[in-house]
T-cell receptor
Framework: GESVGLHLPTLSVQEGDNSIINCAYS??????FIWYKQESGKGPQFIID?????DKRQGQRVTVLLNKTVKHLSLQIAATQPGDSAVYFC??????????FGGGTRVLVKP | NAGVTQTPKFRILKIGQSMTLQCAQD?????MYWYRQDPGMGLKLIYY???????DKGEVPNGYNVSRSTTEDFPLRLELAAPSQTSVYFC???????????????FGPGTRLTVL
């Protein structure tokens, strides 16, 4: 079936550097994408979303880029901080309101 | 608002026992969802509901049942617990699909279940 996947399972980044987390999706009918952050022992927390009629959206220190041509989604975190250490999931929505989640990327911030 | 709340936080069951995982939301959301997350994996949808009295199966519904008698509550029932149901269970809710911000799902803190 259709699925969302991630290129890198673990990303180590130096504190202060920028992080880029990538996500590939296969359902061309998906019209909405979300990035979630999950800290150890907690539920996923909404970070930022983007609809398919946009190719870029910015939040506080985060930017999501959507390339529909190659079905690719990325999350950029500027000036990565120790508190950014977590697992990041992308999710896509096609028909209905059901999300399909990717497998997650762990971000480790080195001091 | 408390958001999405789940009880209990932790539970250990013996094979064959039953239990109900509670989920409640105070955001007046129509949509509610149950996911399970196995170690090191993403979330898989078990059941979801688009409103009181309406439920539907997700990707992995076998071994589970749900009900939605009110907008606020969406309990998940395990009738005959099996070791394969050892997982972390998350409940989520969202408002109305297709509206601005309506697709965003908000998650509870999870219930960690171990079946021995």
């Amino acid at each position: 079936g259709e699925s969302v996947g991630l290129h890198l399972p673990t990303l180590s980044v130096q504190e202060g550097d920028n992080s880029i987390i990538n996500c590939a999706y296969s359902n061309s009918a998906s019209d909405y994408f979300i990035w979630y952050k999950q800290e150890s022992g907690k539920g996923p927390q909404f970070i930022i979303d983007i609809r398919s009629n946009m190719d870029k959206r910015q939040g506080q220190r985060v930017t999501v880029l959507l390339n529909k041509t190659v079905k690719h989604l990325s999350l950029q975190i500027a000036a990565t901080q120790p508190g950014d250490s977590a697992v990041y999931f992308c999710a896509e929505k096609a028909a209905g309101n059901k999300l399909t989640f990717g497998g997650g990327t762990r971000v480790l911030v080195k001091p | 608002n408390a958001g999405v709340t789940q009880t209990p936080k932790f539970r250990i069951l013996k094979i064959g026992q039953s239990m109900t995982l509670q989920c409640a939301q105070d955001m007046n959301h129509n949509y509610m969802y149950w996911y399970r997350q196995d170690p090191g994996m993403g979330l898989k949808l078990i059941y979801y509901s688009v409103g009181a009295g309406i439920t539907d199966k997700g990707e992995v519904p076998n071994g589970y049942n749900v009900s939605r008698s009110t907008t606020e509550d969406f309990p998940l029932r395990l009738e005959l617990a099996a070791p394969s149901q050892t997982s972390v269970y998350f409940c989520a809710s969202s408002s109305y699909a297709g509206t601005s911000g309506g697709d965003t799902q908000y998650f509870g803190p999870g219930t960690r279940l171990t079946v021995l």
